[in-house]
Nanobody, 122 residues
Framework: QVQLVESGGGSVQAGGSLRLSCAAS????????MGWFRQAPGKEREGVAH???????WYTDSVKGRFTISKDNAKKSLYLEMNSLKPEDTATYYC????????????????WGQGTQVTVSS
């Protein structure tokens, strides 16, 4: 019911910045959680950042202080500002959505975008 489309991926040098966007459509309940997962080749899918409907946020330790998640309720859009990028941030990044509360488990999210590639060179 909820559709997600990511954009903003690309290739940057280490230390650079990138801003990912996610446009949502469809029915969204009063209470929901949106966020970003990422997956690099040979690695598990990892939760990066989540934002609750009330604006509360969560970040995985490896991106704390470097990434900022935000949303625009009027535009039904989600953003991930990524600063001080490192080669280990290289991955496919997915926008995710679930009704009700947040979760750190990928399978709990009911809607996924198609993914956008982020490549950070050293």
């Amino acid at each position: 019911q909820v559709q997600l489309v990511e954009s903003g991926g690309g290739s940057v040098q280490a230390g650079g910045s990138l801003r990912l966007s996610c446009a949502a459509s469809g029915y969204m309940s009063m209470t929901y959680c949106m966020g970003w997962f990422r997956q690099a080749p040979g690695k598990e899918r990892e939760g990066v950042a989540h934002i609750y409907y009330d604006g509360s946020t969560w970040y995985t330790d490896s991106v704390k202080g470097r990434f900022t998640i935000s949303k625009d309720n009027a535009k039904k859009s989600l953003y991930l500002e990524m600063n001080s990028l490192k080669p280990e941030d290289t991955a496919t990044y997915y926008c995710v959505f679930k009704y009700w509360g947040c979760s750190r488990v990928a399978a709990d999210f009911t809607a996924w975008g198609q993914g956008t590639q982020v490549t950070v060179s050293s």
